[in-house]
């Protein structure tokens, strides 16, 4: 099994505050049975003479001293991650307020060879905007929060320009107000911030219908870690002029620019919704059902499953009744989008499927709706309730999710008696987010166990969340040995001294300038064709 990679740390004392500020519960810990492994200092903040108090004073006379951050709790609310698996010391905060400012900060810091960790909303689950633990130099974390600017709905185009820190919440306003939809959303909507969506290319519930963040961005515009900024906002649909960066930087996790500014497609908006929850006896029944109603129900737009197992937590975390008095092994949520009668269109695809009444919850009132969503969407917080989690967000071929689902129940049970294991994700695109609450958080036997039965059933190791520090280990059982070469090629390229988020996506220091160049704990990366 592959050995840990790197160290884990707990929960900032500041938690509590830096959520607040993002609008966004912090996970409790009261019913953690585990332990935090060690961190790197005895706080995750740091003095700012780290970085040098004259780099502090440069950057104050950039963005303002009020917004360098260098008090150490006020910085500790910065360097945990959501998950309360990932934090490393910070030397200070940054708040750019302008692209030209974040240009200042990244000049500023390549000066002074101080690396620079990006952060949005802090939402992350892989630990892709938090310090690492164990860095030699502390690095600058530069919160986007204050980008939050969005322009003027274009309603003929279909597009808007967003700040890198607009949260989606806001995004899914503006958008609305125009009469149009952004389409993608997702449970953290009111913290998630677009840069931070982009740069992970995150999926979220309507992947089915509309597509991840990738194919909404029409343009963009970044600062590289020189500080040279590129933009290219027009959004035009066709403009074949050389490579298209804006696509590159989507997915980038932050390693190849900061992103500062996004060119959004919207689409036009359906006023009506349904949602149904379907219990169902298996995870190859969930899949059947939503083929089926797929072929009846052209306004589909959502297709999430969850077990019995995450049925009961949310409950009991949440104070909850199940949707239906009579318990199934699983449970399809199915969600219809129309101009008109959404509510009929959604019953007759059920009907027409044969679905069982008593095991059926239906809703097309706003209430109903959010009721129903609720089962899926406070998985989240009841897993995190109930521990540390280990967070495995992968993609399996559809064909393979009901080969999956007990292997991986079987998988973890060997390597970890005992441990609680929560499944639920988006069977539409077969994306499933294992969770596994038990191990320590810095024991990484899971995870590699998990991740190498996705590979060997010909998924991918990440499928919306990136790979962040998490999963840097395993990169090779879903990229090749030529794919890692050229993704370091061009991280050379636009980040020759490697300041901009080191540690994510790739090893530090990177083999390509001196460490070695053979694949990752021997798995060779030839024999996946992806």
């Known amino acids: 099994m592959l050995a840990s990679r790197a160290r884990r740390g707990g929960p900032s004392p500041l938690l509590v505050l830096r959520y607040r500020e993002g609008g966004m519960a912090p996970p409790s810990t009261s019913a953690s049975t585990t332990t935090p492994g ?15 108090a004259p780099l502090a004073a440069r950057l104050g006379a950039v963005v303002g001293v009020a917004h360098v951050l260098t008090d150490p709790d006020v910085v500790g609310g910065y360097t945990t991650d959501w998950t309360r698996r990932f934090c490393g010391p910070a030397a200070l905060v940054v708040r750019p307020g302008t692209t030209r400012e974040v240009a200042e900060v990244l ?9 620079v960790v990006v952060q949005g909303g802090n939402t992350g689950l892989v630990g892709a905007s938090v310090p690492p633990s164990d860095a030699t130099v502390h690095p600058v974390v530069l919160s986007t929060a204050r980008l939050a600017e969005i322009g003027p709905v274009d309603v003929h185009a279909g597009q808007v320009t967003a700040g890198a820190g607009a949260t989606l919440a806001a995004v899914h306003a503006a958008a609305r107000a125009a009469g149009l939809m952004f389409p993608v959303d997702l449970a953290a909507r009111e913290s998630a911030t677009i840069g931070g969506m982009v740069a992970t290319n995150a999926g979220g519930v309507h992947v089915l219908r509309y597509g991840t963040m990738r194919r909404q961005v029409l343009g963009a515009e970044a600062v590289l870690a020189d500080g040279s900024v590129l933009r290219h906002l027009g959004g035009l649909v066709k403009d074949n002029t050389g490579y298209d960066w804006p696509q590159l930087l989507v997915g980038s996790e932050g390693t190849l620019g900061v992103i500062t500014a996004v060119r959004l497609r919207l689409v036009p908006r359906r006023p009506e919704r349904a949602v149904a929850v379907v219990g169902v006896d298996s995870t190859a029944a969930a899949v059947a059902l939503t083929a089926e109603i797929r072929g009846h129900a052209d ?15 949310v409950c009991r975390h949440a104070g909850m009744e199940p949707p239906f008095s009579q318990r199934r092994a699983a449970y399809l949520l199915v969600e219809v989008e129309a101009h008109r009668d959404a509510l009929e269109e959604l019953a007759a695809a059920l009907a027409a499927a044969g679905v069982d009444d008593e095991v059926t919850a239906l809703a097309g009132d706003e209430a109903g709706i959010a009721r129903l969503w609720a089962y899926r969407e406070r998985h989240t917080e009841a897993i995190s309730g109930a521990g540390v989690p280990h967070k495995m967000d992968v993609t399996l071929p559809i064909g393979a999710l009901a080969e999956f689902v007990p292997a991986v129940r079987n998988a973890v ?23 596994v609450v038990g191990p320590p958080p810095e024991d990484e036997t899971v995870d590699g166990t998990v991740l190498e039965l996705v590979a060997h059933l010909g998924g991918s190791i990440s499928a919306e969340h990136g790979v962040g520090r ?26 020759p001294d490697g300041l901009l988020n080191p540690g994510v996506l790739f090893t530090d220091p990177d083999p390509a300038v001196g460490e070695r160049d053979t694949p990752v704990d021997g798995v060779d990366g030839e024999e996946h064709d992806r």
């Open 413 to 435: 049970e060997q390597v970890w008696p005992g441990a609680t294991v929560v499944l639920f994700g988006h069977v539409g695109d077969g994306n499933l987010h294992v969770n």
């Open 299 to 313: 306004g589909l737009s959502a297709a999430e499953l969850f077990y019995d197992d995450g049925l009961e937590l």
């Open 470 to 495: 998490a999963k840097v280990a395993w990169l090779g059982l879903s990229r090749t040995r030529a794919e890692l070469a050229a993704m370091r090629a061009l991280k050379r390229a636009l980040d």
């Open 38 to 52: 060690p961190r790197a200092t005895s706080s995750p903040a740091s003095s700012p003479s780290d970085a040098g």
């Open 107 to 115: 000049r500023a810091c390549h000066d002074a060879r101080v690396p």
